[in-house]
């Protein structure tokens, strides 16, 4: 017998990337008196808590929290905005009955506001749409309302869908109030409209147990952790349980611990019935999609469908001359633990060993979702190298499909010529153009994924650094023609030893230098950008010879340009088919694949052959 749970609500927060989310849950937390926070500790955005998500400013994994309101437990998702982390969303939005979408008043709905709300429309659920960040200049709501409108339209809403809500907020300032022209006097009229407009969840307590495992965690000493909301029955602390596992087999489990969310942390109980969101731990073999039952009532719920990935890069044990001195975990068998481990939680993940010691091809939905990974991994103490991103082709009857992206750049006017002629040269096709004000255009593209690795910094350059862009998947589309997107090649050292400023003065009219000096180097790095096409061989460990007239001091009288410093993400998307990015706890470096200078040119030789012998 179906029933509601109506003490319950759950609900998810989706946005775009930086329309605030986060803060308003902040917000929603002091309110409820559930804002415990140390003093050590960040006191906003209380949910990123991961380190990189604090200084990225973005939200990178899905998280659970939980107030109570007026005799009313309402459970609240914090998802990620990014399309990344796309995989995250996709799964949480299964647990929830209701979403409130946050958008930007000055800015809008943007291109992840659409991916994330797309999902959510998918699944049925009902929309709350708060227009945040009422406290900023130029904001423009009633303009927002109806771009918010006519983006439900053009995504199918129902009309029971059409039928939302409407709240002004600032999560900044906590208030939410249902007047556009009125300042609230706190985020209750947001919660009020969770209790009246969210559906209570559905709850069969009398029927045999059923839950569907939609997040994963992993606990040091009891293992596997499976996060999901029950559907049906109950589960009490010690019970067994039969995992159906969405490729047809079967384990059993024992669920030795239960814990539900209550602010900013989790509460052990002795259990828990249908319509609570709930933390369980114990499950060995667990998996997303997995479906918790009674032994005696083996039913599986329909399977979730996960965005596949669209990118990969190949990581690998890093073996230059210097591996072993800056990292704690440097073997392959570190390497192979970290990843599977990783694999088991990051749904949007997939690992797969290639031939040789210590490779692997690791699969991620973005160049986002899998730098952040190799920097978690980096900030743990391993040392790696990882090759270029590479786009994932699929083939459909007889044609070769790329993913493309949704790409929307916000510009200055007096930059649009640049930025023409950057995007034209991408493969890129204009889908609209809007004017902004009288000074600001807005473009949106249908772009490859391959065309925007290393875009991001010739567009900031292009605008001189005011341009903002956006970009999220859209779909698979007919391969297209692009040119090689590097235009430059690279110096490379020619022999170990450590820089000297006589031989970097030397070679900075050759080109861009990546290092200072007094350095360390090894033959078959990276040492700077050519100026021209090829890739140069040089010495920057060229010492001065000393003579009656010269001293070695004379040295210091050099004055270089300061070098180019790169980000992670910047080195990865910098780097050509035939090069790595060597990464420890301490250092970046770029390499060749083939360190020594014969065996590379021999290489190449050998590449030039077969390519004209497939020609032929």
């Known amino acids: ?45 209380v949910l990123d808590s991961n380190p990189l998500e604090r200084e990225r400013g973005i939200t990178i994994l899905a998280k659970c929290t939980s107030v109570k309101y007026k005799d009313h437990t309402i459970n ?25 979408l946050m958008v930007d008043a000055v800015e809008g709905p943007m291109p992840q506001t659409r991916f994330v709300l797309r999902k959510a429309l998918a699944l049925g ?18 303009e927002v309302v109806d771009e918010v409108f006519n983006l439900f339209m053009e995504l199918g809403a129902t009309d029971e869908q ?22 609230g006097q706190d985020i209750a009229p947001l919660f009020d409209t969770i209790v009246s407009h969210v559906p209570a969840p559905v709850a069969m307590p009398d029927e045999p147990l059923q839950m569907q495992v939609t997040m994963l965690d992993y606990n040091n000493f009891l293992g596997h952790v499976g996060i999901g909301r029950i559907l049906a029955g109950k589960i009490t602390r010690g019970q067994n349980v039969l995992l159906l596992h969405q490729n047809g087999t079967q384990t059993t489990a024992k669920a030795a611990k239960i814990e539900m969310f209550e602010g900013l942390g989790k509460r052990e109980v002795e259990s828990a019935q249908a319509g609570d969101i709930v933390s369980i731990a114990g499950l060995e073999g667990v998996d997303v999609g997995d479906t918790m039952c009674q032994p005696e009532c ?41 990843l599977e481990k990783e694999a088991q939680t990051n749904v949007g993940l997939k690992v797969e060993a290639l031939e040789g010691e210590g490779k692997f091809k690791v699969y991620g939905r973005g160049e986002l979702h899998l730098t952040v990974l190799i920097e978690s991994m980096r900030r743990e103490g391993f040392e790696l190298a990882v090759s270029s991103p590479e786009v994932i082709y699929k083939e459909e009857n007889g044609q070769i499909l790329e993913p493309m992206e949704y790409l929307v750049l916000d510009i200055k006017s007096e930059h649009q010529g640049a930025v023409f002629t950057l995007v034209g040269t991408r493969a890129a096709r204009l889908e609209n ?23 991001k910094n010739e567009f900031l350059t292009g605008t001189r650094g005011t341009g903002i862009m956006h970009h999220s998947f859209h779909g698979f589309y007919p391969k297209a023609n692009l040119p090689p997107l590097r235009h430059n090649g690279v110096l490379v050292a020619k022999e170990d030893g450590v820089t000297t400023a006589y031989a970097l003065f030397a070679l900075e009219n050759g080109g861009e230098l990546f290092l200072n000096p007094g350095e360390k180097v090894y033959a078959g790095q990276i040492v700077g950008e050519n100026s021209r096409d090829n890739d140069l061989v040089v010495n920057p460990c060229k010492a001065k010879h000393l003579s009656n007239m010269r001293s070695s001091s004379s040295d210091e ?19 050509a088919p035939d090069e790595l990015v060597e990464i420890t706890p301490t250092s970046l470096r770029l390499r060749k694949k083939i360190l020594v200078h014969h065996l590379r040119k021999r290489a190449a030789i050998a590449e030039e052959k077969a390519m004209e012998a497939e020609m032929a």
């Not at 990014?82 to 979403?99: K, N, Q, W």
């Not at 979730?304 to 990581?315: G, H, V, Y």
């Not at 153009?433 to 875009?455: C, H, K, N, T």
């Open 1 to 45: 017998m179906k029933n509601v749970r109506s003490d319950v609500r759950n609900v998810a927060i989706i946005a775009h990337v930086d329309h605030g989310k986060t803060t308003v849950v902040d917000a929603l937390l002091k309110l409820a008196g559930q804002f415990n926070v140390k003093e050590d500790q960040a006191q906003e955005t």
């Open 76 to 100: 609240i998702v914090d998802t990620p905005g990014h399309a990344d982390f796309g995989s995250e969303v996709e799964r949480v939005l299964r647990m929830v009955d209701g979403a409130i």
């Open 125 to 142: 659920l009902r929309p709350i749409v708060v227009i945040n960040k009422m406290d900023r200049e130029h904001i423009r709501p009633s």
């Open 162 to 183: 059409l039928d939302f809500p409407i709240l002004y907020a600032s999560g900044r300032e906590g208030w939410a109030s249902l007047v556009m022209e009125e300042k």
């Open 298 to 338: 083996p039913k599986a719920l329909p399977p979730l469908a996960i965005d596949e990935p669209t990118m990969s890069m190949d990581f690998m044990v890093n073996d230059s001359p210097f591996s072993g001195q800056e990292g704690k975990f440097v073997t392959s068998r570190h390497l192979k633990n970290r």
């Open 433 to 455: 153009m809007v004017a902004e004000g009288q000074d600001r255009l807005r473009l949106e593209y249908l772009i490859p994924s391959r065309a925007l690795i290393g875009f």
């Open 557 to 575: 009288s050099y004055t270089l340009t300061p070098p180019r410093q790169m980000s992670l993400e910047q080195a990865v998307e910098y780097i």
